[in-house]
């Protein structure tokens, strides 16, 4: 007889603690290189190995840990400058892509780019720098997302945790630049400025990656 319940209840738990795992390392909490042993996680959150073992797992796939060495525990990963460039490359043109579907996309789309500047415009006014990071994420998000396609956007999510990785010890974000970048921007965009906007949008990730790229540890 299946024990659907009990298969709920594991899933759930190894989504909590993925879920939670993957939010301290994009934010910095659990900086790249830092030693995951399956003790000490088992412990956190009071679950079986063998759980634990499939959160790791999720988290491998995900791009975020990473194998030390033969016999040795997964770490948070460590992106070299190679991956960052990459890893810029494909925003460029995913996000890119999306302000030139601007013209075409649905009007719940563009909706989302203006709410998404108001939130990071309120987190800015805050002081908690890793809410600043996730929001200007989003503002990027919301615009690979006027191309319409879920698996555009969903790689593009996946493209912004390896950002992450590589930026939460390059000082966060210019506050003020930010959100003055992102204002122009949108105002290009709904000026029908199109090739104005994915300008200013490739000098601001190619600025983005220098920036980077001069902070990042060897």
Known sequence: MVHTGMKLERAS????????????????????????PEGAISEKFGIARP?????????????????????????VTRIDREQVRDIYIARIH??????????????????????????L??????????????????CHTAVVALTGSKRLVAVHTQVL???RLASVTTGGIDRSATLDNHRDFVGLLKA???????????YRL?????????????
């Not at 975020?64 to 016999?71: A, D, E, F, K, T």
């Not at 892509?97 to 939130?119: P, Q």
């Open 192 to 202: 029908g400025e199109i090739e104005a906007a994915t300008r200013q949008l490739q």
């Open 161 to 163: 945790m390896e950002a």
């Open 94 to 119: 995913l996000e890119v892509a999306g302000a030139r579907s601007y013209d075409t996309a649905t009007d719940r789309a563009r909706e989302a780019i203006d709410k998404s500047l108001d939130e």
């Open 51 to 75: 759980t634990v073992r499939e959160v790791l797992l999720r988290l491998q796939n995900d791009g975020l840990v990473q194998r030390q060495g033969r016999g040795q525990s997964l770490a």
């Open 13 to 36: 738990l190894v989504d909590q603690a993925v879920e939670q795992l993957r939010a301290e390392i994009v934010d910095g909490v659990l900086p790249p290189g830092t030693s995951l």
């Open 206 to 218: 190619n600025s983005a990656l220098d920036r980077v790229l001069q902070n990042l540890r060897s």
């Open 121 to 138: 415009e309120t987190s800015i006014k805050g002081s908690d720098t890793m809410e600043q990071i996730r929001r200007d994420s989003e």
